[in-house]
């Protein structure tokens, strides 16, 4: 194999290998920002849910209230502008049991306020018994149904982001292969150019010496093609 076709050879495998490693670092760094915007979307969402959860709680609280201590109840009775609603709305779950859950928690959202608005709406002698019979029901039901669904979007969470330190991992790991590859190959290749080139030059050193020291027997040959003429026509050819 002569000199230039093995820079060639050498010169290609490092620019294959940088080529490989750009294109796998662009998709890895495109798989990474997928994965962060669907992490940072159920994060966002389970944010929601348990924000809807806290106000939900305290609008229970003041039915309560309302109920038992005889305050007036200063809750929103329109659930269209509940936290909960706004999640139920921009999230559909994934799977069957996921969607189920919501839609049960959908349904109960809507009974609780439908009943709170019929206890606002009740005579004294009423609000009781409706409190106790409905709204009760409704109101305990509704901790479990938000509990369920928040499971499942940390269980989901806890997947993305295992995943996406693993492709962290596996492009670390990618471009120190291919960075300790491109380096071997420098390196084989300064190691062949220094033997294909210093060889034949010590070899026409070592006759020089021979002959210097009287050693008339050493010749050289002009009209055959030596090592060092080899070396520069490999060069030159196209």
Known sequence: MTLKKSIGIGSTLIVLLCLAMVISYGYMS???AGLQDEENFYLD???ILNNGQLELSIWIDQMEQHVLEGWPFEGKLDHSKTSHVSFIDDYKGDSEDEQNMIYGLKNNHLMLHQTAKKIVEAGEDEKMDIYLDEFKLFS???APLVGGISNILKEKLHKLRTERI???????????????SIVVIIVLA????FRMVLGP???VSDNIKLFGDGNLDVSFEYNKKNEIGDIAENFNKT
């Open 201 to 203: 030059i010590a070899s």
């Open 166 to 180: 693993l492709t962290q991992n596996r492009t670390g790991y990618l471009i120190m292969i291919a960075s300790i």
């Open 190 to 193: 300064a190691v062949l150019l």
């Open 45 to 47: 969402h389970d944010k």
């Open 30 to 32: 495109f798989y990474l």
């Open 140 to 142: 305990n039901a509704a």
